[in-house]
């Protein structure tokens, strides 16, 4: 394979700014909608909870089309399908702007998912393939820092728009963020194209996109009235048996478009395994959060949003000290110990009540943020620390598949234990002995996570890291 790019090559840092515009305008957009959740169920005359669905079927959309990201950058040029998945991402947000019905809602965020899934990993391949692996955990807290800014402005902006104006100003302000991303791009993104005789994968990109989406959702709508009764099982017994499928094709396949083989790399394991329970867990704390401050202790939107913007401040805060913590601990230490105190803090969430100062939900949630991204930029890394160079886009292709697979069933198990909490008490009405049961346990599910990373060798990653092992 050969790779051709522009003959003058911005500046390895422009790169970086270019990506961040996408992620910033994502995460904006993701951190908007869970805080107006409860307000667009009263505005549609929907069950707040069956809200999960326009979160689902975001991630959903993700997990299906990223698996062919990566060839289709490859084939058409980073550039073109960067440009085209921001105009997607801008249309449907507008879409989602102006729906009137849940359907329609759903259906626009789906939309969403499609373009946010040729955005994610086209910055993360540049990434890899332009930074040494020792300046890794650097570079991606580099791209990371104007992305996180977003959960920050977010979930206050979120709030205010809600409680001041209307929700469907929450999506038309992705538009100004996306004119510029798609401006930056075609000034500063180079359009690197790789040469090659690879085939993309119909069969298995059928087989693995449609048993995950039809898999997660049979999940999501079991147990509510939303389709017949023996529909929800059907669909997760057909899921789970195309994804069967896949995982049998794949082995006979010359270039799957999901390798399952790099499973066999440690580090990249951990990050799947352990990564994924942590992320199911974590995954539900957008839906779940929100969903107590305002529906369980009565908040309004906006209040809701000062609140829980103070744990973006704590995982901003971590960009800047990762790089020297996993110098001194190690990915094994750090993702093990990590584990069990990001448990600990959720734990916390479980005993908030109606009477606890909101000082202290803001402190807790920002040295929970703190913690929880130093979990993430750490998976985010060993993931990569020992990929050979020829297998980087399938890695990625799979790292981001799992990603939003697990974050997609976190949202629908938060839902599943709310439902299951007050279904046991005989009322229709979410109180916050519901939200406590929910928080305690995902609490104990991010904390099984630890006993994954346990079983890194102490050296695991070390390259990227810097960490280093002293024998006697």
Known sequence: MTSRTSEHAPPIWLIPL?????????????????????????????????????????LLSLAVFIPISGWCADRFGARPVFQTAIVVFIGSSI??????????????????????????????????????????????????????????????????????????????????FGIGGIVLAHLYMPNARVDGDDKLDWTGFFLAGTGLATLIFGFTVYGRDILPSYLAPSMMGAGATLITGYVLRSRSVANPILDLELLRIATL????????????????????????????????????????????????????????????????????????????FLGIYAVFTPATPHLVIAAVLLVGGFFRSLQFTALNAVAYADIPEASMSRATALVAVAQQLFTSAGVALAAFVLETSRAMRGDDQLITQDFTTAFLAIASLIAIAAFAHRRLQPAAGADVSGHRVFQL
């Open 269 to 344: 394991r951990t990050s799947v395994t352990g990564g994924g329970v942590f992320r199911l867990g974590i995954g539900a704390i957008p839906f779940l959060l929100p969903l107590m401050l305002q529906v369980g202790f009565g908040l309004d939107a906006f209040r809701s949003g000062l609140i829980i913007l103070a744990g973006a401040f704590g995982a901003i805060v971590m960009k800047f000290t990762a790089a020297a913590i996993l110098r001194r601990w190690g990915f094994r230490t750090v993702l093990t110990v990590n584990a069990l105190i990001c448990a600990f």
């Open 95 to 176: 879409a989602c702007a102006m729906s009137d019905s849940l359907l329609e809602l759903i259906m626009a965020r789906a939309a969403q998912g499609v373009g946010g899934a040729m955005m994610m990993p086209v910055g993360r391949l540049i990434m890899l393939r332009a930074v040494p692996k020792t300046r890794m955990i650097d570079a991606m807290a580099y791209l990371t820092i104007p992305a996180l800014m977003a959960p920050v402005i977010g979930p206050p902006l979120g709030g205010y728009l809600t409680t001041f104006h209307d929700w469907r100003w929450i999506f038309w302000v992705n538009v100004p």
């Open 18 to 58: 270019v990506v961040a515009s996408a992620l910033f305008m994502e995460n904006m957009d993701a951190s908007v909608i869970a805080t107006s959740l409860p307000a667009i169920a009263r505005d549609l005359g929907e069950d707040p909870v069956i809200l999960k669905l326009a979160l689902t079927s975001y």
